[in-house]
């Protein structure tokens, strides 16, 4: 069953198995020994109660305030329920071992981006399964042209594209090792960070948030029981952009702990990690450092009734639960989450 980072980045980044919680087996689903199509459906509602001064809005719902207030003290909460429905439509060549696939992967969704993946998996043999995609974002996320504008102005929202790329090479040589490899190309619709404060156009250059994201990530996953997995995973980023103050390296950690109980099934995420900037802030005359944490968990329930929909399999409930903070040397980019969702799984 699939259950399926600039200071924005970040906190995207970082909410990697918030919302959705991650695959439980975080591993590729083995390709199906049937040809034909298949996939997933999962509706669902939620709430959240973010505090950031650089994300604006996303699928309409506003994520922190026009006006900043202080450039020198932490963003306030700023909260609002939302839906979403993400789905994932595949078709299987059993006698090739392939696989093509479209949609939403939950892993994208948690990040605030509602990327969709064209792409293609092959299984190999004993060298495992390859799988390639290709990214695009067909609704942007909104942060604001300048997030440095303050006092009784308001913000001016623009749209942040990112477009790009993953590999993915699982269960190599018959381990249960997984490598990722993610690319994107972030394109603001205009970058005006420092324009309100009258910085020079060399000190608003360190600030520019375009640029190119590189993301490598290793996992590898421990039956230690019936049932029970657990997956330590090493998460690498690398923000390219073009403001040094923007550009920074980042190392996580992640911690999944899973259960495949019937009827009941658990999935449980904790991750920590830190990200340092290239450049001095021209703002705050310092280089910044961010800390941060993440827990996650989530429940979900087969009904008892054997509901289905257009020949599903049973339909699961689940409950979903994560808090995310990110504590930074400079408080205008604390940022932290806290979510809750509910909803349905359909699987075909």
Known sequence: MRIKRQHYSTIVALVTVLLFGSDFANALEPIPQESGFSGYIRPGVGYISLKSNMVARFLGVDLSEKRAGSLFESPASKSSPFVLVPLLLEYTFADTRTQLFIGTEPTDLIRFDYSQQVGIKQEIGMFGILQGGFLYSPIALKVWQDPYVAGYQDRVE????????????????????????????????????????????????????????????????????????????????????????????????????????????????????????????????????????????????????????????PMNFYVSGAFVDIDANIDFYDQQAIMATGGVLFRW
């Open 158 to 313: 623009t749209n942040q594209n990112s477009n790009g790329g993953r590999l993915v090479w699982d269960r190599p040589f018959g381990t249960r090792l997984q490598l990722q490899y993610t690319y994107r190309k972030i394109d603001l619709g205009e970058e005006a960070s420092g324009e309100f404060l009258g910085l020079n156009s060399e000190q608003r250059g360190l600030l520019d948030r375009n640029g190119n994201r590189h993301v490598g990530e290793i996992l590898y996953r421990f039956d230690f029981a019936q049932k029970h997995w657990l997956t330590p995973a090493f998460i690498y980023t690398r923000n390219d952009m073009e403001g040094g103050a923007m550009a920074g390296h980042a190392v996580t950690f992640q911690f999944n702990y899973a259960y495949l109980g019937d009827p009941f099934a658990v999935n449980t995420n904790a991750f920590l990690g830190v990200e340092d900037y290239d450049e001095r802030n021209p703002i705050y005359n310092k280089f910044q450092t961010d800390n941060h944490i993440g827990l996650q968990a989530a429940i979900y329930y087969k009904n008892p009734w054997g509901w289905r929909i257009f020949g599903s399999n």
